[in-house]
């Protein structure tokens, strides 16, 4: 069975300090990693996935398979990164569960000016 | 805007009732995934349609069902209503394998009362 764990409901930084919000994995094949967002009263909307390995609004993840984590990252937060963040897995292709997201319980991140 | 959409945004019931809930995918979109996010249980996948044919199933209770019209939207039914239905109901699209991002709607927010 594949779960994901956040380990924070929520979060508060002061802009300008570094964010990291943790996200922990089980699942027993090579699993795609996401996260999404979701910005007050707006959908749900991808971040970033692990296998583009990309850098979105200055925020990075990391997927480390030794300690099944993909946690988020940014140096420096910004008020506007305020919003619900979501750590979500996907079954890899030729899987029962391929396609679907298994999503954590998500963590609210609060950036004080 | 990702381009799915999702009507009613809102709906209000009585329990034992029966609500449809509807979902148009982006356009090109062949998979239409639902999820329910609630306040104890998170998001969560429900089920997954491509082109028409059930794909996955998650945790979908009985009373509830779907399915994926030729012309690609979605209903998601949701019969002998209870309390604990309440939640918002999510629908997401992609293009089918293999590409991963699901795009999602703005969700409809059923109250059950």
């Known amino acids: 069975a594949q779960r994901v764990t956040q380990p924070e409901k929520l979060l508060s930084v002061f802009k300008g300090a570094p964010v990291e919000l943790k996200c922990n994995y089980s699942?027993?094949?090579?699993?795609?990693l996401f996260w999404y967002v979701q910005y007050s009263r707006q959908r749900l909307q991808l971040l970033l996935r692990?296998?583009s390995r990309e850098s979105i609004k200055g925020f990075t993840a990391d997927l480390n398979k030794g300690e099944t984590s993909f946690h988020l990252k940014k140096p420096f937060a910004q008020e506007e990164d305020s919003a619900m963040y979501y750590c979500?897995?996907?079954?890899?292709?030729?899987?029962?569960?391929?396609?679907?997201?298994?999503f954590g319980q998500g963590t609210i991140l609060t950036v004080h000016p | 805007d990702s381009g799915v959409t999702q009507t009613p945004k809102h709906l209000i019931t009585a329990t034992g009732q029966r609500v449809t809930l509807r979902c148009s995918p982006r356009?090109?979109?062949?998979?239409v995934y639902w999820y329910q996010q609630s306040l104890d249980q998170g998001l969560q996948f429900l089920i997954q349609?491509?082109?028409?044919?059930?794909?996955a199933k998650g945790n979908i209770l009985e009373r509830f069902s779907a399915q994926q019209f030729p012309d690609l939207h979605s209903e998601l039914n949701l019969s002998s209503l209870e309390l604990g239905d309440s939640a918002l109901y999510f629908c997401?699209?992609?293009?089918?394998?293999?590409?991963?991002?699901?795009?999602f709607g703005p969700g409809t927010r059923l109250t059950v009362t």
């Open positions: 979500a897995l996907s079954a890899s292709p030729g899987g029962t569960s391929y396609g679907k997201l298994t």
């Open positions: 699942y027993s094949g090579s699993p795609e």
């Open positions: 692990h296998i």
């Open positions: 356009s090109g979109d062949l998979s």
């Open positions: 349609y491509y082109n028409g044919e059930e794909r």
């Open positions: 997401a699209s992609n293009a089918g394998i293999p590409n991963y991002e699901q795009y």
